[in-house]
């Protein structure tokens, strides 16, 4: 752009120089050697601004890298901790066994230890089967081998059938099971995945509930439509035990903010799970129970796969929330 501002301004003062002939030569010859001065100095000020900004451009690449650096380390390190309480469960597990099958090998055990023993075992196969499958699963989910498949369905009668299904559950355990929301919500989705995270987060939910019940809720907001699983039951456990629960708080956290941004400029209110009364003291310091972090895993890998967002809200006093938001069309 200056070598064509150059020779424009060139041209133009050769132009003015056929016209006035009377115009002496040695001005015209100063004002060529200004312009030639000038533009010089113009490109040497471009290529150190351009130069500037390039390395401006690639301090900020760096920043980015070093930022992507640092959450694939925390996300590895979180994974690690997940299979260590994984392989620490099913240790655990497999040493139930083992004791049930050699007690149930003694000569002098009664009919009635050995029935103990024998329904000890069983319960102790059935706790690794189920680990062991829900692994096979979260690896699936990992690997990249689960497709979505997308469909319309009835979301709202999805989650009735839930409910009625785990209801005997829930009753022959002293709870209540209650279904809230829309009684018809037609939506675009993988219903069979949708079923999978929700029959988690249910068995979840009836799992450690031990008084009061558990509430699913179903609705739509703004494009979008959710479902909710809040139990009575006493919170998700913190501690260092518990690596899915740090990732579940932040990813709400920061659900929240843009939630809270988005919402300020369209001028209403956010609907992102609010945190329980202490923040995170509220969660008690302890190691959570066998399989949980497995399971909230299979939970938040499918939340990906379904391009949905997971918010948790948990305490010892309240119980523990989770919604679950999804596009209603892909």
């Known amino acids: 752009e200056w070598g064509h501002l ?3 301004l060139f041209e133009v003062m050769e132009v003015f120089a056929a016209a006035h002939p009377e115009f002496d030569r040695t001005a015209l010859v100063a004002a060529n050697h200004l312009m030639i001065t000038l533009v010089n100095e113009a490109i040497s000020q471009s ?8 390395q401006a451009e690639a301090a900020g690449r760096l920043s980015d890298l070093e930022g992507a650096l640092a959450e694939l380390n925390a996300i590895e390190s979180r994974r690690a901790a997940l299979i260590h309480e994984a392989v620490h469960d099913l240790d655990g597990n497999v040493f139930g066994v083992t004791v049930a099958a050699k007690l149930l090998g003694g000569a002098n055990l009664g009919a009635d230890d050995r029935a103990d023993f024998a329904q000890l075992l069983q319960r102790g196969v059935q706790s690794v089967t189920t680990m062991l499958t829900d692994l096979k699963e979260l690896a699936r989910l990992e690997a990249g081998r689960e497709k979505r498949e997308v469909g319309a369905f009835d979301a709202a009668a999805l989650l009735a059938e839930l409910g009625a299904a785990h209801r005997p559950i829930a009753d022959g355990r002293g709870l209540f099971l209650e279904v809230r929301g829309s009684r018809t919500l037609v939506v675009e989705g993988d219903a069979a995945k949708v079923r999978r995270l929700l029959q988690n987060l249910l068995l979840n939910a009836l799992k450690y509930t031990t008084r009061g019940g558990i509430t699913l809720s179903v609705g739509e907001e703004a494009g979008n439509w959710w479902v909710m699983v809040k139990d009575t ?7 260092p035990g518990a690596p899915m629960v740090a990732g579940l708080k932040e990813a709400t956290a920061s659900a929240r903010e843009s939630d809270e941004k988005a919402a300020a400029i369209a001028g209403e209110l956010s609907h992102v799970l609010v945190p329980p009364p202490g923040g995170a003291a509220a969660l008690r310091a302890t190691h959570q129970q066998p399989g949980e972090g497995i399971g909230l895993s299979i939970v938040k890998r499918l ?7 997971l918010e948790m809200a948990s305490s010892a006093e309240t119980g523990t929330t989770f ?4 596009p209603r069309k892909y």
């Open 6 to 8: 150059q020779l424009g």
């Open 303 to 309: 939340c990906e796969l379904l391009d949905a967002s």
């Open 323 to 326: 919604r679950v938001v999804l």
């Open 47 to 54: 290529a150190g601004q351009y130069e500037r900004l390039q």
């Open 233 to 239: 039951g006493p919170g998700l456990m913190a501690g």
